[in-house]
């Protein structure tokens, strides 16, 4: 198999980024960063779309002000309490949302793909595959690790209970599901360089980086 040389949406790869929650997609990300991919969060994007007008004030009209800060922008805590204690709010609010996301995904891959500092696109979305942006990469990466530690993880940094990660769990695909959809699994169960490793592995086997010779030697 050649280098190749075109893709789905240009000339460049477009590397989709999903895992189990707490697994660290954000961390692999930055290690495809580190050989020049150009990434794109979802999650942001997510953010971006709250601070919209248009969005907030259907959703305020849904759920009143109880969602509302006193500086007047959206609680994402509240909206969160709401939507993962119920289905049918929770697909209310991806109506809402998933539109404005879907536009901005699409935009920010067509511009990495003529910007010359960009090696390949890394769409980092825990929900890319419930959102239905299956067709927007070439690849599919699931980002893993063992439940203990991901529960640890998330603890430690959002002061998360079991409870918490279960509620969000029950929001997204089953992970088996979603591994099966996947083109390769990346386990993030121990250091950063031997998560990089794997992820150098990777872009060596699909022949993505030309110049990617090991972990060991990182210059491209």
Known sequence: M???TAFQHGPKPVIGLIGAIGAGKSTAAHAFANRGAWVID??????????????????????????????????????????FADPQE???LETIV????????QQQI?????????????????????AGWQNAVDRL???????????????????????????????????????AQA???????ASLPELQAQIDELLKEWKFVPHCKSAADSRY
């Not at 779309?49 to 959206?74: E, N, Y």
């Not at 209970?161 to 088996?176: G, N, T, V, Y």
């Open 2 to 4: 050649g280098i190749m």
């Open 42 to 83: 979802a999650d942001a994007l997510g953010h971006d779309a709250l601070r919209q007008p248009d969005i907030a004030a259907q959703l305020i009209q849904r759920w009143g002000d109880k969602i509302r800060k006193k500086d007047g922008s959206l609680d994402r805590r509240a909206i969160a309490q709401i939507v």
């Open 90 to 92: 929770r697909k209310a």
């Open 98 to 105: 998933f539109p404005y996301i879907t536009t901005q995904v």
């Open 110 to 130: 067509a511009a990495a793909q003529m910007n010359p500092r960009a090696a390949m696109i890394v769409l980092d979305a825990a929900v890319l595959l419930e």
């Open 141 to 179: 990466v699931f980002v893993d690790a063992p439940r203990p530690l991901r529960l640890a993880r998330l603890a430690a940094r959002s002061g998360w209970s079991d409870r918490d990660l279960a509620a969000r769990e029950a929001a997204q695909w089953p992970i088996e599901r979603k591994k």
């Open 183 to 189: 083109d390769a699994i990346i386990m993030n169960n």
